[in-house]
């Protein structure tokens, strides 16, 4: 195959009209980089065969959202829960439509320009048995030179942190590749995340980050139950499916699993857990250099 050439003007066109529709960062990412993701997701060429390159977009998340307080913390456990929920949970939404637009307008200026495109948003379309997308949008934004996985398997840029919400456009379009530039250059490996994670699903190796365990916090289970360490049978299944199974068996005993269970579902995704994401060092000196505390 011959070696793809790089159209510079038009990348700095969509870069440019990316960034003026309100999008905080904007990179540009190599498919053949995402082709076989060590988590399982498909290939971007099982999703756009004629992939030259893949547009990588954030958008920075409402600070004060994030800060907002969220259980664990001193207070009534359903009184916090309705702050963060009826702020950080409106935010978290909103930007995921906005993503949405976002990346359907930059495929359709793609595709006015003579290319096809492939919009991915955030949240929406997920594998179920799996808990995947369509490809890694954490990974691509590393891959687009965004930023970098930090220890907490989260997606940190050096401008705001993992306080942001991340979508993707892959295209034929032969766009210049920025690349992985920033990669050990974000996380600090500070550990923050490690001693602020409620469930111990994060150490000092992303390797070892523990899915099973981070979903047992963002599900809500720890809040209900108040146990850091998830019950046996859970933490033996082989699947995120296969651990949700166990869960009526620990519903009698703690029925508030119920109704954090319910806020997941009812609000497609509603993280119940921020510990890492709001602790992390990068996001935390971020906020001291974007604002002034009242």
């Not at 399982?40 to 907002?68: D, K, M, Q």
């Not at 929920?85 to 993503?99: P, Q, R």
């Not at 997920?126 to 990974?139: A, F, K, V």
Request: hydrophobic share 35%; glycine share 10%.
């Amino acid at each position: 195959m011959s070696e793809v050439v790089r159209n510079q003007e038009l990348t700095q066109i969509i870069k440019q009209a990316t960034l003026d529709m309100g999008v905080d960062l904007v990179g540009v990412a190599d498919p053949d980089t995402m082709d076989g993701s060590p988590a399982g997701h498909p290939s971007p060429y099982r999703i756009l065969p004629s992939a030259r390159s893949i547009v990588s977009i954030a958008v920075r998340a409402p600070f004060g959202a994030i800060e907002t307080p969220h259980p664990p913390v001193d207070g009534p456990p359903e009184e916090l829960e309705v702050i963060h929920g009826g702020v950080y949970f409106t935010s978290y939404m909103s930007m995921n439509f906005k993503l949405m637009e976002y990346t359907v307008a930059i495929a359709n200026l793609l595709e006015k320009s003579g290319y096809k495109a492939a919009p991915i948003g955030s949240t929406l379309g997920r594998d179920e048995q799996r808990w995947l997308g369509p490809i890694s949008l954490r990974r691509t934004a590393q891959q687009a030179g965004l930023g970098e996985l930090g220890l907490s398997t989260l997606f940190i840029c050096p401008e705001y942190g993992p306080r942001v919400r991340l979508g993707a456009v892959i295209t034929s379009a032969p766009l210049v590749i920025d690349g992985p530039k920033l990669v050990g250059k974000v996380c600090t490996k500070c550990g923050d995340c490690i001693k602020g994670c409620p469930t111990h699903a994060v150490h000092d190796k992303m390797s070892d980050f523990n899915r099973i365990r981070c979903i047992w916090g963002a599900m809500g289970f720890f809040k209900s139950t108040g146990w850091d360490d998830p019950p046996k049978d859970w933490l033996e299944a082989k699947s995120i499916n296969e651990a949700m199974d166990t869960v009526p068996n620990y519903i009698k005993d703690n029925p508030k699993i119920a109704y954090y269970r319910g806020l997941s579902v009812k609000y497609m995704g509603y993280p119940n857990c921020l510990e890492c994401y709001s602790k992390c060092a990068v996001g935390v000196e971020a906020s001291k250099r974007l604002f002034k505390d009242d």
